[in-house]
């Protein structure tokens, strides 16, 4: 669940070009939310925006005006659900934004629709808001980047919003953690830098991948202007490199060349990708018997003319579990559908596998918004453990960090010495003394933070083999406002997350912040259901479009298809874990439909008891979404909380 939104590399150049803590917060936050891996809730595509959620409504409004998808009742359900977060995203964007206009035309649109279903709304007006709510976000990380004094929860919105803008507008965080440590070593950049960063023109790449199954394509260019294709026998040199790679070559093929234009070399693999797979649907519908594949490995030429040999990257463990022991038949849809959507390139296809998943469980459309509560609770759990595996990483990280500055120095010590003379005599002791110097720093760092953690994990139990919380309610107290016993381990996770910095301290000041005032949780609670309703009422139409219409693309369809993914692992994480323990106690296991029924029954009564609560610590995440009741229970024995 957990991954690190940095790495030592990173964190020493945001160190060497002298960023602030809410600067590199800001870049940790979006170089995280453009990670592949990251959960719902942590990536971009799965995050609060209210840029996403107005795309969302006018691509609805469009296609049910061209298509009549999505129909009546489902197309209110989707502008309602999207207004709801836009008005959410409103106190973290400034007046003279814009927002609030773009929201009154959503609702505008959503009462004339509801009062007379058969009109054919006006969509200009929403569409030239979304321009410029994406511009205003823009203009939001130029404020930010200089900004001193911040409130946080705001803030964290706003980072969000910025990472969704980066995301949708096609950047690869591989590339752009290359580009931003480049930029770093020219000193600290200004705002307009970091925007050009983020947000760069796109610019011509070329990308060359084999398709096999055919020795040629016929008239290629006319589906893909501009590509070439050439044997793979041909005499080549800038495809000898990739052909090494891709051998040994079993079967015919071709080498296929398409001119892509995008923000970076990732995103150029992607994209041009696409536009190779879409075309070889015609070849695959005029040669029924052929078998024609687009191979993994692929050969991207940039903008500087080198060319950049790759591959799909494939994640793989080191012993695969099951989702559950128990073999449930009420999963067994869920779980096949599931897998299948993992494995489709489309996106369409892929999101619209993601709710054909959800609603093999038994879950009707009408009813979505009960996994939206269950997702709430378990983002909730999620986000709050994350807390303390980003700690623990971030630490070992900057660690890891001022070792390298030791190793360096040193290097440099010896390079001083083996070029001693007469004159460099102060130079060798300039050198060894900032080598005495960052090894003091490294070994005091290696010190403290040792001890410290050594106080948190007496006090937080973890797993002997993968390192993982055993009893998350004793990080909880952690994070709660301190009470008798728990406060030298409260103060050593202070201690530890200022060293971290960054986005990491900032994380355990916010979580600190939400769970000091019950109110305020219970809203963010109520924000985290709202996106996942939005995006559940999204993914039933996009489904809808994609098999009933047979539309394959959408402005936001790659961000719709990792969210679809998310949601249903989080919907599996839940209902395998709920059906585990059940299997265990020897018991029946309840139906998914029942499950979702009484986790939203149990998030509305969280949400009311956080309303009238004056403290936090009767909160329980160990089993928030388990068959248990105990999200809300007695104080816990031994935690300092009562």
């Known amino acids: 669940m957990a991954r690190s939104s940095s790495d030592a590399g990173v964190r020493e150049a945001f160190s060497a070009a002298g960023l602030t803590r809410r600067q590199q917060s800001l870049l940790h936050a979006v170089l995280r939310a453009l990670d592949g891996g990251s959960a719902l809730g942590f990536h971009a595509a799965t995050s609060d925006s209210a840029l996403v959620a107005l795309i969302r409504a006018h691509d609805a409004l469009q296609s049910h005006i061209e298509h009549d998808q999505p129909q009546g009742r489902q197309l209110l359900r989707v502008l309602r659900t999207s207004g709801v977060c836009v008005r959410a995203a409103l106190p973290g964007f400034p007046a003279r934004a814009g927002l609030k206009a773009a929201l009154d035309e959503l609702e505008a649109t959503t009462a004339a629709l509801t009062a007379n279903p058969l009109q054919r709304p006006d969509t200009r007006v929403l569409e030239s808001w979304i321009t410029t709510i994406a511009e205003a976000v823009e203009e939001r990380l130029r404020t930010l980047w200089d900004a001193r004094a911040v409130d946080l929860s705001k803030e964290a919105k706003a980072a969000a919003e910025i990472a969704v803008a980066v995301y949708i507008r096609g950047r690869d965080r591989d590339a752009l953690k290359h580009d931003l440590t480049k930029l770093l070593a020219r000193g600290r950049p200004g705002a307009a830098e970091i925007s050009a960063l983020l947000w760069p023109k796109p610019r011509r790449h070329y990308l060359t991948v084999l398709v096999s199954g055919a020795r040629s394509l016929d008239k290629l260019d006319d589906l893909l202007p501009g590509a070439r294709q050439w044997p793979v026998t041909a005499n080549q040199d800038r495809s000898t490199a990739l052909l090494v790679k891709l051998g040994p070559i079993t079967r015919a093929g071709v080498l296929v060349r398409v001119p892509v234009d995008a923000a970076d070399l990732g995103t150029a693999v992607v994209l041009g990708r696409r536009a190779i797979s879409e075309a070889l649907d015609q070849y695959v519908a005029g040669n029924r018997i052929a078998d024609l594949t687009l191979e993994g490995p692929w050969q991207v030429t940039g903008p500087d003319d080198k060319p950049v040999l790759g591959e799909p990257i494939k994640a793989s463990v080191k012993r695969a579990a099951p989702l559950s022991a128990a073999r449930s038949e009420g999963l067994r849809a869920a779980l096949r559908i599931a897998h299948i959507a993992q494995r489709v390139e489309a996106p369409m296809t892929s999101a619209a596998l993601c709710w054909n998943a959800i609603e093999s469980t038994g879950l009707v459309a009408e009813k979505s918004s009960r996994l939206a509560r269950a997702c709430a609770m378990q983002m909730l759990r999620q986000q709050v453990i994350d807390a303390h595996t980003q700690l623990r990483l971030m630490v070992a ?35 060894r003394e900032a080598w005495l110097e960052s090894a003091a720093a490294h070994q005091r760092a290696v010190g403290e933070t040792t001890a410290l953690m050594d106080l948190v994990d007496a006090h937080v139990p973890m797993s002997s083999g993968k390192p993982a919380l055993t009893e998350p309610d004793r990080w909880l107290d952690l994070l709660l406002p301190p009470l008798g016993g728990a406060q030298t381990a409260w103060d050593a996770v202070t201690a530890l997350a200022a060293f971290a910095g960054g986005l990491t301290e900032e994380t355990v000041v916010l979580w600190r912040e939400r769970l000091a005032r019950p109110p305020l949780l219970a809203k963010w609670l109520q924000d985290k259901q709202d996106t996942c309703h939005a995006l559940l009422e999204w993914l039933y139409t996009t489904r809808n479009i994609a098999f009933h219409h047979g539309r394959f693309a959408g402005p936001v369809d790659v961000a719709t298809a990792h969210a679809g993914r998310a949601v249903v692992d989080v919907m599996l994480e839940i209902l395998g874990r709920w059906h585990s323990t059940q299997h265990a106690r020897g018991q029946d296991l309840t139906p998914p439909e029942e499950i979702f029924k009484i986790l939203a029954q149990r998030k509305d009564a969280l949400s009311a008891a956080l309303h009238k609560a004056n403290s936090c610590h009767r909160l329980s995440i160990q089993h928030i979404t388990g068959p248990d009741e105990t999200s809300w229970s007695a104080p816990r024995r031994g935690s300092g909380s009562g």
């Open 397 to 431: 990280e900057e660690v890891r960090r001022l070792a390298g500055r030791v190793r360096k120095a040193k290097g440099a010590l010896a390079r001083a010495e083996n070029a001693l003379t007469p004159a460099d005599s102060d130079a060798v002791a300039r050198a």
